[in-house]
């Protein structure tokens, strides 16, 4: 069954370091995700990506982070300067083209951020 | 700003018991979603409901939408361990794939032997 890959499944930074999230969505999606969980809390929408641009973003994804997908392949998340508050595990996720209505997303199994 | 609410947060119960998690939401909407997580796993969907009315059921699960009530639940039924896990909804809140889910705080279900 097509999976969303991410890599990688735990990183850790110090506070202000670049991390560069990498995610490769499934191959025939055309809508690309991040989103983040603090431990134990509930699931938060950072941005959503299509047709090579940011469709929407949350109050969440201010200046210090980015995304891109380089190649047509790879889909990336970038954070600038990491703060502490930063820790949380992120997920990609993709979705095919919702013209059924349904935008059932498929989750990657996250990357853990460690920020000290 | 949507908001979405679950209730409870924290469910106990034993196996065999029959129980009902509750998904209140803020706009109007008529996509929901259900997901499932495993203690530092990723979201499994479950279930997708697009319109008033719908029932959808898998195994020991089954989930509705009223729209007009902005409500959404998921009843277990004779519930066994390996349904412990933590049970999220989420609100599409203007359809389409760019825009991106309002998911609710979760309910942790722990089911005992």
């Known amino acids: 069954e097509p999976e969303v890959t991410q890599t990688p499944s735990h990183q850790v930074t110090q506070m202000g370091q670049e991390v560069i999230l990498r995610c490769v969505p499934i191959?025939?999606?055309?809508?690309f995700y991040w989103y983040r969980q603090i431990l134990g809390q509930k699931v938060e929408f950072l941005v959503s990506?299509?047709?090579?641009?940011?469709?929407?973003k949350s109050e969440i994804f201010d200046d210090q982070f980015s995304v891109e997908r380089p190649d047509g392949s790879n889909f990336t998340l970038k954070i600038r300067s990491t703060k502490l508050e930063d820790s949380a595990m992120y997920f990609c996720?993709?979705?095919?083209?919702?013209?059924?209505?349904?935008?059932?997303?498929?989750f990657g199994a996250g990357s853990r951020l460690t920020v000290l | 700003e949507l908001k979405v609410e679950q209730n409870p947060l924290f469910l106990s119960m034993q196996e065999g018991k029959n129980y009902t998690i509750y998904c209140n939401y803020s706009?109007?909407?008529?996509?929901l979603y259900w997901y499932r997580q495993d203690p530092g796993k990723s979201l499994e969907s479950l279930f997708v409901?697009?319109?008033?009315?719908a029932v959808k059921q898998e195994g020991r699960l089954m989930a509705s939408l009223d729209t007009k009530a902005r409500l959404s639940t998921l009843h277990i039924t004779a519930a066994v361990h390996d349904l412990s896990a933590t049970y999220f909804c989420?609100?599409?809140?203007?359809?389409?794939?760019?825009?991106?889910?309002?998911f609710g705080k979760g309910t942790h279900l722990i089911i005992q032997p």
């Open positions: 996720a993709s979705s095919r083209d919702s013209a059924s209505g349904a935008n059932v997303l498929t």
């Open positions: 989420a609100v599409d809140p203007l359809g389409g794939g760019a825009d991106g889910l309002t």
């Open positions: 191959s025939n999606h055309l809508y």
């Open positions: 706009t109007t909407s008529d996509r």
């Open positions: 409901l697009l319109s008033n009315g």
């Open positions: 990506f299509y047709n090579n641009e940011i469709s929407e």
